[in-house]
């Protein structure tokens, strides 16, 4: 589990997702505020397809179900980019992608919490947590499908800055491929400690 952090919204914590949480994960990938831009097959076989590897340490990413005051709330992605040769490709036709760097990606369950600050609490936290997971990585970096103008909202209030915009596959079919990226570079101090 990670070092929880203090935000005004609560106690921010996190822990790999495991079998056990699969049920969740339907269900809050089956929210229409959810689905939209996380176009998963929320069947309990599909979330099994989807998450079972990483549970089992077959997939090089991580995900993270994050808690508000020990209460599940989010779910996280992070993972090296490098880790993934299409994405790594796609997105270096956008913009430079050391090989090193990260990307994360995020949902909130609640849709009544969605513009209240809590998605960039968690993308802070998280960020601050991936300097000490991930002492090579020199940056965050983050593409967007452009449509979804909350999520990007959330990444320039946690201190992104977006870096270039182009077309990628979108995670549904429905999105026009038009994407941007942002990009979290490492600070040249250490992070201290989350409180």
Known sequence: ??????????????????????P???DWLARPHVHRYWHHDFSPE???????PGTRGEEPGEDLLVSLNDQPIAL???SLIADYTED??????IVD?????????????????IGRGLGTAIIRAVVADSWRAYPRS???????????IASWRALEKAGFHRVGEGDMEP?????????????????????PPSS
């Open 1 to 22: 589990m990670a070092q929880p952090s203090v935000s005004p919204a609560g106690r921010i914590s996190w822990r790999p997702v495991t079998a056990s949480d699969f």
């Open 24 to 26: 969740l994960l339907a």
């Open 46 to 52: 599909g979330v099994a397809r989807d998450f079972g």
């Open 76 to 78: 996280v992605q992070r």
């Open 88 to 93: 790594f490709t796609e997105l270096s036709r």
């Open 97 to 113: 992608v050391p090989p090193a760097a990260l990307t994360i990606d995020y949902l909130v369950a609640d849709a009544s919490r």
């Open 138 to 148: 020199p940056a965050i970096i983050v593409a967007v499908v452009a449509g979804n």
């Open 171 to 191: 995670d549904n079919p429905v999105d026009p491929p038009l994407h941007v990226v942002y990009r979290f570079d490492r600070p040249a101090t250490p992070v």
